[in-house]
């Protein structure tokens, strides 16, 4: 399909979500929102895709945030909607996992949208940062709570307080990334981990991500639970036993996700 904002593409098992508005920085509108959801359902069932990654059109930007002149015009009313963070939460909780391809500028909801993905991988010309206090506001879609969870409280609260840029190098020691790469190699580091995580078995992933997703915003105690669930679950399936036949015959597993 064509689409006003974004471009996408589907290849070995890579979906590729391309927000295309180079001349705007890539910057979010309501439009970038509503096709990338578009998008996303379209996927969710679609045996073609394994694999989401997003990432933005040209050298100088992944996303540079939210469209000024729409935030302009925001009302509490909009504040309350949430738009943007209900896009962020369903990109957080995709069944299949997900890789932000950060090749510039992630600022704001840009740099919002990378921690919603499960796997964040850096050109080392990148730039991070959460400017919003720079326009009386705070980094809403999730920004303030993702944050702290992935660098923990102190270096949160600073970056956020400040809206300071930094670079990619920072980003990969307080763990906001989790690979730096030149921009040419770029694509080829997001194929590699998505080369990886297609090998495995569909199931294992899909339930992988469920539970630390979900067992990092509870106890320890419940969190062993789903594990414990999880692992019980994919005992009974096809994959276990396909997996553990291919170890034992010294050959590739042929998962079928069942």
Do not use: H
Request: hydrophobic share 45%.
């Amino acid at each position: 399909m064509s689409y006003e904002t974004i471009l996408t593409g589907v290849r070995d098992g890579l979906g590729t979500i391309t927000i295309n508005r180079p001349a705007a920085r890539n910057a979010l509108n309501w439009t970038v929102l509503e096709e990338i959801a578009e998008v996303l359902a379209a996927w969710r069932e679609d045996p073609e895709v394994g694999v989401v990654v997003f990432t933005g059109a040209g050298e100088k930007a992944f996303v540079a945030g939210a469209d000024i002149n729409q935030l302009a015009g925001y009302t509490m009313a909009d504040g309350l909607s949430g738009a943007m963070a209900g896009l962020y939460d369903t990109v957080e909780a995709y069944e299949k996992p997900t890789i932000a391809a950060i090749n510039g500028f992630a600022l704001g909801g840009g740099n919002e949208l990378a921690m919603s993905c499960d796997i964040r991988i850096a050109a080392d010309t990148a730039r991070f940062g959460l400017p919003e206090t720079n326009l009386g506001v705070l980094p809403g879609a999730g920004g303030t709570q993702r944050l702290s969870r992935l660098v923990g409280k102190g270096r949160a609260v600073e970056l956020i307080l400040t809206g300071r840029i930094f670079d990619a190098g920072e980003a990969l020691r307080i763990g906001l990334v989790t690979e730096v790469t030149a921009p040419e190699g770029l694509r080829a580091a997001v194929e590699r981990t998505a080369g990886l995580i297609l090998a495995k078995g569909p199931l294992a992933v899909r339930l992988g991500k469920l539970v630390v997703t979900n067992g990092a915003e509870t106890d320890l105690r419940t969190g062993l639970l789903l594990e414990r669930l999880a692992q019980s679950l994919l005992y009974t399936s096809n994959d276990k036993r396909e997996g553990a036949a291919a170890f034992l015959e010294k050959r590739p597993a042929r998962f079928e996700g069942n």
